[in-house]
């Protein structure tokens, strides 16, 4: 079986293997054949050996935790041969901390949790792979290969829906959102804020290339300028860049009981100075919350699924804008422009 493999917390040694092991039952009952991965900022991090953890007693791990799949069996009745799928990236940590017990592993205390493709456990860059039934999330068959963005749409679903739990703390009637980044999290998160009938709002510095035009196709409205220069204060903020001059600059456009959401950090980021006092001044004077938020949980990935099932499907298909053979594995690792990349297998 072929596999993109890494020896974690060593730069440069992705391998593209031909003789991998089958998956084992016990990564689970369901048995997928790969169609497609995903990669992200987070693969690029494994690849430069600053992250990533392999299974225990091995040195290898394998890549890739944005999935895509075709059940081959699933002896348990959860999904049929043939059903489109993806498999949920985290797992609870086996104490587990009360979190985890609870099904919210996206909350996990204790940092024992594991990631498939990032931290112990083999990921779904290979040409068969396993999970378990209850981490299975079955997708409309004709998403195709618009289903490899469930798992960064799970992302943006547990930040939309952290945000409406924080804005059910008293009278909440936000009209105008704000997502700052056109990359594939903050598009995503425009398209819930869309689906949701908020005027929304991308802000971003290209000019040229898809990204303006996917925003305006899906009905937002689409800037290039300075933070400084936009003329209204959103209810919602959705930061979708972890670059600190934005993170340090949207947040006093949040209107009064507005939320400001952070989706991510920056790892190249350099370090910036902050006003706290300023901070301090917006988040008590107008009621205003800033949370933080990472991963996604099992609620999550089912609304991710809901959200794409009725998206446009030309419009998500748009996001995609590298699509590469196994073989040319290391191209698409090497890919910086566009949006999305993925690997077909």
């Avoid at 992705?14 to 990669?39: F, N, W």
């Avoid at 225990?56 to 043939?82: A, C, F, K, Q, W």
């Avoid at 995503?188 to 929304?200: D, H, K, N, P």
């Avoid at 006093?252 to 790892?267: F, Q, R, V």
């Amino acid at each position: 079986m072929r596999a993109l493999t890494v020896t974690p917390g060593k730069a440069d040694s992705l391998r593209l293997v031909d003789d991998a092991p089958e998956p084992s039952p016990d990564e689970g009952e369901v048995l997928v054949e790969a169609v497609a991965v995903g990669i992200c900022g987070t693969d690029g991090e494994i690849l430069g050996g600053d992250y990533g953890e392999p299974p225990p007693g091995r040195d290898m791990l394998v890549l890739g935790h944005e999935s895509l799949g075709r059940v081959i069996e699933d002896p348990s009745g959860t999904t049929r041969p043939g059903d489109l799928v993806a498999g949920i990236v985290r797992r609870p940590d086996p104490v587990p901390c009360r979190y985890c017990a609870a099904g919210e592993w996206d909350m996990c205390t204790n940092g024992r949790y594991t990631e498939c493709g990032i931290k112990a456990i083999d990921g779904f860059a290979r040409q068969r792979w396993r999970v378990p039934a209850e981490y299975a999330v079955p997708l409309r068959p004709e998403l195709g290969l618009a289903g490899v963005l469930l798992e960064p749409t799970s992302v943006v679903a547990k930040a939309w829906d952290h945000v409406d739990k924080i804005g059910a703390r008293g009278f909440w009637a936000p009209q105008r959102v704000l997502v700052t980044g056109a990359g594939p999290i903050g598009l995503l998160a425009a398209l819930l804020s869309v689906q949701r009938g908020l005027e929304t709002h991308v802000l971003a510095r290209g000019t040229s290339g898809p990204k303006p035009e996917l925003a305006r196709r899906l009905g937002a409205t689409y800037h290039a300028v300075p933070v400084e220069e936009l003329d209204f204060d959103p209810d919602v903020i959705i930061e979708c860049t972890g670059a600190p001059p934005v993170v340090r600059e949207v947040f006093s456009k949040l209107a009064p009981n507005g939320i400001g959401c952070l989706t991510g950090i920056n790892a190249k980021a350099h370090h910036i100075e902050l006003d706290l006092n300023e901070l301090n001044r917006c988040l008590v004077l107008k009621n205003n919350v800033l949370f933080g938020t990472v991963n996604a949980n099992r609620r999550h990935w089912r609304q991710a699924a809901d959200a794409l099932a009725g998206a446009d499907h030309n419009w998500l298909m748009g996001l995609i804008t590298h699509r590469y053979g196994l073989d040319d594995f290391e191209r698409a690792y090497a890919e910086e422009e566009g949006i999305k990349t993925v690997i077909e297998f």
